[in-house]
């Protein structure tokens, strides 16, 4: 058994992990098969796509999914830890699966994920929800055959969380869910420490893919035909300060454009290692989306740096107008927390002149939420509830006017649509994604379309999605 360790996670090093690939033992193979897992998936696209490789190391094992939790076998949380809200839901999730074991014996449940990197959730688990299986770590994913297996035969609970990483390994099986759209991971963990923030903790150091695993993924993936690839990581920019001296996130970039797949994005950015030859990258290369993520989080310096974010306003707007005149048809999201300790009413309007500055295309708001550890938990919470949820309701009446009048701007016009489906509201309509990622509900298609990118003409826009028809050649 192995417990997380907040102190061994926050410790600095250097590399001191193992490569190697991936291969199931040969007496795990097909195991368990005509066993059913149902998998839940809380929390960010690098959650995502942690599920698609868990999905391909059960399908290795014998197991198929199912979406109803009353037939499974086995019930897999893959969890999230950047909100209180998302414990809550994995936790309710397990008081259901209790009362199920209660009639299924042989039910198994797993716990996995962000939340099991916490020391605190682990000792509640351990205390209340011991009928659990097995517990893996977000460093140790690849050890889940063992664990699934050793706590049948053991018939106990087994954790195997680990505070730092020691090994980054490759050819792990993967299932992916969406037919046209990948998620490639090119950067693990995070340096930054945000004072809000248990990622760090949670997901380890930064640490990067060789680039020619990476490459060597994503022609795999054009060979197999998907039009978009995003890359991703907590902290995308800063992809390979760990691993070269002379080659970073805009090589990377112009090497994955080079490579010809039809779409390339990349998230999440932070603004303090976005650079100017990133910049240059994208506005080169047609196939690079002008879509960006660039969390600010709040628009009031003194916040920023009680938030430990190492930019303020003015370079940030530096370099939010840099990518605007440079990069053409560039949309901005962005993250904001309202409520941080000691916001003041005068620090939260700044916030709101940044946003009316912005326009952002999209922007995804929070009150702040405390996370065990983190500096910002021992700070002085002295907002009332009330008052975080009135400026959410007041920044969100300001973001939504510019996502409006944004959508405007596509009125009467062709764009570019990478198509993914049918509408899940009207059969007879399809939906899919600009260059800028928005959604577009799209009439007069067919399921030829699907999986291709096609022109649309826009027709209505809405605060959320934009109505078009399908422009036939």
């Not at 094992?61 to 086995?74: H, I, P, S, V």
């Not at 996130?249 to 994005?265: F, K, N």
């Not at 009207?426 to 022109?455: A, C, P, R, S």
């Amino acid at each position: 058994m192995h417990l997380p360790n907040y102190k061994e996670a926050k410790t600095t090093d250097k590399r001191e992990y193992e490569e190697k690939n991936y291969k199931l033992k040969e007496e795990y193979k097909d195991k368990f098969l005509g066993k059913k897992c149902f998998l839940k998936t809380y929390g960010c696209q690098m959650n995502e796509h942690d599920s698609e490789i868990i999905t391909g190391l059960l399908t290795e094992m014998g197991f198929t999914f199912t979406d109803d939790y009353l037939e499974a076998d086995l019930i897999l949380l893959n969890t999230c830890s950047i909100r209180e809200n998302a414990h809550n839901k994995a936790f309710g999730m397990l008081g259901r699966a209790k009362h199920l074991k209660e009639e299924k014996k042989d039910l198994m449940i797993g716990l996995c994920g962000c939340m099991a990197q916490e020391e605190g959730v682990i000792t509640n688990l351990l205390e209340k929800y011991s009928y659990l299986n097995f517990v893996i770590g977000t460093h140790n994913i690849f050890e889940l055959p063992d664990a699934l297996v050793k706590s049948v035969e053991e018939g106990k609970i087994q954790i195997e969380v680990y505070s730092r990483e020691r090994e980054l390994v490759e050819n792990l099986p993967t299932k992916r869910k969406n037919k046209f759209k990948a998620y490639v991971t090119i950067i693990y963990g995070c340096d930054k420490f945000c004072t809000y923030c248990i990622v760090p903790y949670t997901r380890g150091r930064q640490r990067s893919r060789k680039k020619e695993e990476i490459l060597e993924e994503i022609k795999k993936l054009k060979e197999e035909n998907y039009q978009e690839v995003t890359l991703l990581g907590q902290n995308v920019n800063a992809y390979g300060k760990d691993l070269y001296e002379d080659y970073s996130m805009a090589e990377l970039l112009a090497d994955v454009a080079s490579l010809g797949i039809p779409r390339v994005r990349f998230m999440t950015s932070h603004p303090w290692d976005f650079t100017d030859a990133m910049i240059d990258v994208i506005a080169k290369y047609d196939n690079i989306m002008p879509s960006i993520h660039l969390p600010v989080q709040s628009g009031s310096d003194r916040i920023l740096k009680l938030m430990g974010r190492r930019y303020n306003i003015e370079s940030y707007l530096t370099l939010f107008h840099k990518m605007k005149e440079r990069i053409k048809n560039c949309a901005i999201s962005t993250d904001i927390i309202v409520g941080f300790p000691t916001e003041t009413e005068e620090d939260f309007e700044k916030t709101l002149e940044l946003v009316k500055e912005c326009k952002y295309d999209n922007a995804f708001t929070f009150i702040y939420s405390p996370r065990e550890n983190t500096p910002a938990a021992k700070m002085k919470d002295d907002i009332p509830l009330s008052e975080k949820e009135s400026r959410l309701y007041r920044l969100n009446e300001v973001v939504n006017t510019y996502f409006l009048e944004n959508n405007k701007k596509l009125l009467n016009k062709e764009v570019e649509v990478l198509v993914e489906g049918k509408s899940l509201k009207k059969d007879e309509e399809y939906f899919g994604y600009t260059d800028t990622n928005k959604l577009v509900n799209i009439k007069n298609g067919n399921d030829d379309i699907i999986g291709k990118i096609v022109k649309v003409k826009i027709t209505d826009a809405k605060t959320w999605s934009l109505d078009g028809e399908y422009v036939s050649r």
